[in-house]
């Protein structure tokens, strides 16, 4: 098993950055990818960004050359660097792990808010 916290929401004006933080324990030697997810209310779950543990990235097409992923899949970490932000971005954010034997994303976080205010 792998335990995901989360840290680094806010509130903050558009225009203005914030940097989310994602540390795993437990079984993290299993972790291939790494991401980060968002849900605005109303809204399905959606992928903003991730890596893989040899470092490829991808992201939503509504954050690209806004947001940047970085981390380390070996040592559990991952954060996602949010700039120009702007309302649309308010959502809760959740970090997310892929067990490498495995599809999909089998590990969440418990989410944190962003607030972009306008």
């Known amino acids: 098993q792998v335990q995901l916290v989360e840290s680094g929401g806010g509130l903050v004006q558009a225009g203005e950055s914030l940097r989310l933080s994602c540390e795993a324990s437990?079984?993290?030697?299993?972790?291939?990818?790494m991401a980060w997810f968002r849900q605005a209310p109303g809204n399905q779950r959606e992928l903003v960004a991730a890596?893989?543990?040899?470092?490829?990235?991808n992201y939503a097409d509504s954050v690209k050359g806004r947001f940047t992923i970085s981390g380390d899949s070996a040592k559990g970490t991952v954060s996602l660097q949010m700039n120009s932000l702007k309302p649309e971005d308010t959502a809760v954010y959740f970090c997310a792990a892929n067990d490498y034997r495995s599809y999909g994303y089998d590990y969440w976080g418990q989410g944190t808010q962003v607030t972009v205010s306008s």
């Open positions: 890596r893989t543990n040899g470092g490829t990235t």
């Open positions: 437990g079984n993290i030697q299993t972790i291939g990818a």
